[in-house]
Structures are given as C-alpha cells and as structure tokens.
C-alpha cells in the first residue's frame, strides 16, 4: 500500500500473491494525509481479509495505514524507510522542535509523532536500504527486528557513453535535492564548456517543491536559460539517461534512492553527493563522490567528469557493479522470506 504523489486516481495492481494499492496523494501535503488514511484503512482491511501480511513503503503515512490494517486483522506487518539522515523519515518522527504550522498546532504535531511510533513498534520489522538507515531506526524500534534490505534495480544493456557534455538529474525537484545549488555549480560548468547542457527531470511534488524557484533562477541567468531544459514529470526516464553520459545527484538525504541506482544500471558516469545513502550505493572507492553543499565541490567534479575520460571510465565501471549487486530476483527472495518470518512469529506468538 501506498500514497502517490504523481497519481490523481487509485490504481490496484495484482502481481501473484502481492496486491499494490496506489492512492492519489490529492495534492494536499497534510490535508491530502487525512483523506489518504480515510481511503486506505477501509480498503487495505477489506483487500486483507485473504492475506497474510502487510507492506509499508515508508513510515509516514502507508506505514500509519498498514498498521491499522494490520491490528484490526490481526496481521502482522513490515514497514521499510525510505529515507534517511537530516530530513528523512526517522528524523521527522523524533524532530522535538516543532513549530505550528497553518491550523495544525505544535501540540497536535506531537501526539501525531507519538502515535505514530508506538504504531511503529508494533510492526514485526523494520526495513531499511543500508546500515546508516539501520542506526536511525534504532531509536524506533529495538535493533533485533530491523533489517537492512536494499532497494532492487532492474538489470538493462546499458549503452556506451556518447562524449557529449551533458549531464542530467532525475527525481523530485524539492529543496532536500539541493538543486538551487546545482544550478550554482553549473554557471562555472558553462564557463568551462559553453556546449554543455543540463536536463532536469521531475516536477516539485507536494513536499518542499523549489520548482517555481528552480524556473525563475534559470530565466533570469542568461547562461543557465541557454543550457538547462526542465521536462517536468514524465512516466520513462531512461531516454533521458541514455542521451546524457552524465549523472549528476548532490541530495543532502536520500534512503537508497531508486533514480541513483537506475542511472547505475544504465551505466552513466554518477557526479553524487557524499551523503551515507549515496555511499551505500556507490562505495567508497567511487571517484566523482563531493561533500554535500559544496558548490565548487560539484562544480569541479563535474568538469572532470567531463574532462577526465580515464576517471569517467572508472566511474561508469564502479556504477555497473553496484546495480550488479542489487538485482530485482536477489532482493524479491530475501523480503519473502522476511514476511514468511513475520507470518511465522505471528502464528506462534512471537514478533
């Protein structure tokens, strides 16, 4: 079960024994959780009713769902974070200095957060994408029930790279991306390589978009208005990864991030930023890793990204490995056997 943001309607999706119930996230951030708990509670009891177990995708609200589901069933359930560090989800749940924000007080902020973790604790286990996740979810939930299960990537036959300098960026275009800071770096991109062009794939969602920010900084600058194109949301990024050698992914918090790992699997050259997530990711030998914030920092690995043909190589050969080793098959066996756990601890009175 889970909360879409790009979706405007439900869709039920049967795969085996898994059913997928995407609910539109009503392009609401905290009006659009009400009604997504009003949608989903009723139907994940009623789709639960022949199941054995819920999945959450992420510990806000699907979590919330899953875990009614799951009590009013007697079921158990497994929820996996799917960000961490700063801004993530572990962080938003412990966050002690809450403000009040619109009609919502800081008082009902902390019963919301309070509810929702002794929720939490309920679940047989918590999933998260590397061990830095794993840390933060200790102060959760007892570090016996969580488990560390990173997200797959679907293997494909990446092509060669084509020697054009551009570079391209996929995911949300939101402030925890550091994208404003992208385009900082990139002006002394464009200073060293006039033909360089940089393609910025995603919308601003409902979270801390910088959309509207992002388009003005670009028409205002010359240079940038020149060489950065927005597509805004679209349903296949991969022509765009496969027109451009370049990656470019400077997040100040990722979990395990899905966009990362398909620009692995189609073999571009990863500018990230050095950030726990994107380590796990790329390991520690990856060559165009830049500390997190530091303009000249990216600046600088990208140009020699695009300067630097051996390093590049090396890049693109260290990208392949890690979506070697994170395939769809490896990761699908060992989260069966995690709910078959679940199922069985329920069963005997355990978890």
């Not at 009723?42 to 009614?68: E, K, R, Y």
């Not at 403000?99 to 957060?113: F, P």
């Not at 794993?134 to 969580?146: T, Y």
């Not at 939101?174 to 770096?185: Q, T, V």
Request: proline share 5%; glycine share 8%.
């Amino acid at each position: 079960m889970g909360r879409s943001t790009s979706r405007h309607w439900f869709r039920l999706t049967r795969t085996g024994a898994l059913t997928v119930v995407e609910i539109p996230g009503f392009q609401r951030p905290r009006a659009g959780t009400v009604l997504f708990l009003a949608c989903a509670v009723p139907l994940g009891t009623l789709l639960g009713l022949g199941g054995t177990s819920f999945l959450a995708i992420q510990l806000v609200a699907p979590s919330t769902a899953a875990a009614l589901c799951a009590i009013m069933l007697g079921r158990p359930y497994v929820a996996m974070a799917t960000t961490s560090g700063a801004g993530g989800e572990v962080a938003h749940l412990l966050d002690s200095d809450l403000q009040a924000r619109g009609q919502w007080s800081e008082a009902t902020y902390r019963v919301d957060r309070w509810f929702r973790r002794r929720l939490l604790r309920r679940a047989s286990y918590l999933v998260a994408q590397n061990r830095a996740g794993a840390r933060e979810l200790s102060a959760v939930m007892d570090q016996r029930r969580i488990v560390v299960l990173p997200t797959p990537v679907e293997r494909v036959q990446a092509p060669p790279l084509n020697g054009r300098p551009a570079a391209v960026f996929v995911g949300r275009l939101s402030k925890d991306k550091d994208l404003l800071r992208l385009l900082e770096a990139w002006l002394v991109v464009v200073a060293r390589w006039p033909n360089a062009r940089l393609t910025l794939v995603g919308d601003g969602g409902d979270h801390q978009s910088v959309e509207a920010d992002l388009r003005r900084l670009v028409s205002q600058q010359e240079s940038l208005a020149r060489t950065v194109t927005f597509t805004g949301w679209v349903e296949d990024v991969t022509p765009f990864l496969a027109r451009a050698d370049i990656f470019v992914f400077p997040s100040l918090t990722e979990g395990m991030s899905n966009a990362l790992l398909e620009a692995c699997a189609w073999g571009r050259v990863v500018v990230a930023s050095d950030i726990p997530a994107n380590r796990a990711v790329l390991e520690d030998d990856h060559p165009l890793l830049f500390p997190a914030g530091d303009a000249d920092a990216l600046a600088r690995m990208l140009i020699v990204a695009f300067d630097n043909r051996g390093i590049a190589a090396a890049a693109r050969r260290r990208a392949l490995a890690s979506a070697a080793s994170v395939s769809i098959e490896r990761v699908a066996e060992q989260l069966e056997v995690l709910l078959q756990q679940a199922d069985s601890a329920r069963q005997g009175g355990g978890g």
